[in-house]
């Protein structure tokens, strides 16, 4: 959400970064809701010092024995009185509508973020690992022989389309990769692990952005619960309503959860397979720092998430999203691309966004500057450290021999009893 006072004050810079999110004019709007907003407002307050004044003068009216001066006071009370009530009533839903249009506005990007329509506009910054040579043509991840143990007829019996059922080396594999993501990113990177619910309140996912513009996205239970996108609505609102001490930041958290998505919009795209399913699970990384280290820190996740494919031996690329295809909330985006030998591309498997001041002041999270002070609003930031399904499809990929087998990373062992092969029979060995 944006700071009103801040659009008051620079109404063109601001109009100039919605303009590069594809908006144009929008200080117009919102300062036309604000102006009416405080002149309801200001017309209360007029209109209760009114009647506090002619309060006042009714006693003494009728101490005096002015009958006509005490019912002209009092019909002046009664009328000040509905003026106030009716003023009240347009100021709060001016205010209401002026919330509800900064709810729908996306965050500004940072000036050093490319312009761009959609993805093809996005900028490369790096790459890691060179994609391996096949002597075979390698195949999708759900065409392996090996990976026998993704069952979609199964989950399509149970729940339908976009849902898998995993048995055997592929439940044990998945399991693996996430622990060996909370294991590194606890014991190396310094995040504290979290379990924390994956049924939310409307205020966590409004904290976060979901609400109310991508309501469409997320599943709403029939009592007013919404199941988590992501564990990023969790962790991120731990500190909603807090005013922290500056040296407590910043918090780095991290956690393994099941996440669902409708996947609105999605139909016809990546239906084969388990590239994109309405729930699947994800390690996250969500960080609450002090606005002067945010992008420091954004820097900082962005080498956790690469690092994980560094020790699995995956190739990648990273990637800045520019102005369009950045997400709602972000305000800079790195994206990490995995490469996928069986589509020949590579593809997302982690996205990691500072966010700024943007969910604090939704959720109204602050700090005490240790120098003193009023109370600052706090910078947050997320990321996936992975996603485990989208992981497990790249080390089955990568890892495809030409018998169907799959040769599985050394940094795995620990968590497989030193089992790092799949045979084409599907047993892990």
């Not at 093809?120 to 790096?126: G, K, L, P, T």
């Amino acid at each position: 959400m944006h700071d009103i006072r801040y659009i008051r004050d620079h109404p063109a810079a601001f109009d100039a970064a919605m303009s590069r999110r594809g908006l144009s004019g929008v200080s117009a709007d919102v300062l036309a809701l604000d102006e009416r907003r405080r002149a309801l407002i200001h017309a209360a307050e007029t209109a209760q010092a009114e009647q506090n004044a002619a309060s006042k003068q009714v006693g003494a009216a009728k101490a005096s024995g002015d009958e006509a001066g005490f019912e002209r006071l009092r019909a002046l009370v009664a009328e000040k009185k509905a003026d106030i009530a009716r003023l009240q009533d347009e100021a709060r839903a001016e205010d209401q509508a002026l919330t509800d249009l900064l709810m729908g506005l996306p965050n500004l990007p940072h000036d050093d973020i490319p312009d761009g329509a959609d993805e093809h506009d996005n900028v490369e910054i790096r790459r890691w690992g060179t994609p391996r040579a096949f002597d075979f043509a390698p195949v999708e991840h759900y065409q392996l022989p090996a990976a026998r143990g993704l069952d979609f007829e199964t989950a399509a019996k149970l729940s339908g389309a976009r849902f898998v059922v995993l048995s055997g080396a592929m439940a044990r594999l998945h399991r693996a990769l996430a622990q060996f993501m909370l294991d590194l990113h606890t014991t190396e990177h310094g995040l504290t692990e979290m379990i924390t619910p994956v049924l939310v309140r409307d205020a966590a996912m409004y904290g976060t952005n979901q609400l109310p513009k991508f309501a469409e996205d997320s599943y709403q239970t029939t009592n007013g619960w919404w199941l988590i996108p992501t564990s990023e609505v969790t962790l991120t609102n731990t500190v909603a309503g807090d005013v922290l001490d500056e040296a407590a930041l910043p918090i780095r958290m991290t956690a393994h959860t099941q996440c669902f998505r409708s996947e609105a919009g999605s139909a016809g795209k990546d239906t084969a397979g388990m590239l994109r399913q309405h729930q699947f699970e994800k390690v996250e990384m969500v960080s609450i720092t002090h606005p002067d280290t945010s992008l420091d820190e954004h820097a900082r996740m962005t080498r956790c998430a690469e690092t994980v494919l560094e020790r699995l031996g995956l190739p990648y690329r990273t990637v800045v999203l520019c102005t369009g295809d950045m997400g709602f909330g972000a305000r800079k985006t790195h994206d990490i691309e995995v490469w996928l030998p069986g589509q020949n591309t590579y593809r997302e498997i982690s996205s990691v966004s500072v966010c700024g001041d943007f969910q604090a002041r939704r959720m109204n999270a602050r700090f005490k500057p240790a120098s003193g002070g009023k109370p600052e609003f706090v910078h947050t930031l997320n990321g996936s450290g992975l996603a485990v399904g989208r992981c497990l499809i790249a080390v089955l990929e990568n890892g495809q021999q030409a018998d169907g087998s799959v040769t599985l990373p050394e940094a795995l062992g620990p968590w497989l009893g030193g089992k790092l092969t799949i045979t084409a029979e599907g047993v892990m060995v």
